[in-house]
């Protein structure tokens, strides 16, 4: 069966920044879609989740190998951009971004993530996080051995971003998907200021790809808006 991905995407600088950090990018005619929350002073986290995508983009759209996962290695070559121009630009020492990233290739879904960015999957009125943030809460809970060494665990600490070191382990999954399926990708301005049964409901009202884009978008700014909102949303369909 032949499956087809219609998409929409969105980002708002949110009601209490004065500029926009994250970045998105819908490349359907080559079947991936990307996320990124860019996080440094100044103008620098514009600059990382700007530089990111392009670069996404450029590895993707010269098809590299099969092997590793395509979207891994424009990822990894995102981290290579995004740190070197880090160290050699002064304005943007320290700048990083998270990325989720997906990847279509017949009827698999492949999703990478770097960060605390989500991927969501819904399926048959059930929505799940398809994703595990790199957050310090999380690697305490994984190694207990660290609790407390690293700072107190809060959620939006996270410790993983491309471009913030030389390496970064980018996480890769496969899922295979079906007619109705929906993904939303988003950053954390989404996920910290709209509850996951408003998403659910969102999601699950019938409106078009863009309008329901829209309402997610709304619906972070009517609960304060406290940082960027990005939102990509994909929705599965059998192809005539």
Request: charged share 20%; net charge negative.
């Amino acid at each position: 069966m032949a499956l087809r991905i219609e998409s929409a995407g969105l980002t708002d600088t949110g009601h209490q920044r004065t500029q926009n950090e994250d970045a998105i990018l819908l490349d359907p005619s080559f079947g991936y879609w990307a996320v990124c929350d860019g996080m440094g002073g100044h103008a620098a986290g514009m600059v990382a989740s700007q530089l990111a995508c392009a670069t996404i983009q450029e590895v993707m759209r010269a098809r590299p190998p099969t092997e590793p996962e395509p979207l891994v290695t424009a990822i990894l070559a995102a981290n290579n951009a995004v740190y070197t121009r880090s160290a050699n630009d002064p304005a943007c020492r320290g700048m990083g971004t998270t990325v989720v990233a997906v990847r279509q290739e017949d009827d698999l879904l492949h999703l990478c993530h770097v960060g605390d960015s989500r991927i969501y999957m819904m399926r048959g009125g059930e929505l799940s996080q398809s994703t595990r943030d790199h957050s310090l809460a999380n690697l305490y809970e994984d190694r207990p051995d660290l609790a407390g060494k690293m700072g107190p665990a809060h959620s939006n600490v996270i410790v993983r971003a491309v471009g913030l070191h030389e390496r970064v382990d980018v996480d890769h999954r496969i899922i295979a998907i079906e007619p109705g399926d929906q993904f939303m990708l988003c950053c954390d301005g989404m996920t910290d200021m709209v509850e996951d049964w408003i998403i659910r409901e969102m999601l699950s009202a019938g409106e078009t790809a863009e309008i329901t884009c829209q309402n997610l978008v709304r619906a972070a700014n009517a609960n304060g808006g406290a940082d960027n909102i990005s939102v990509i949303l994909l929705r599965v369909h059998e192809s005539p």
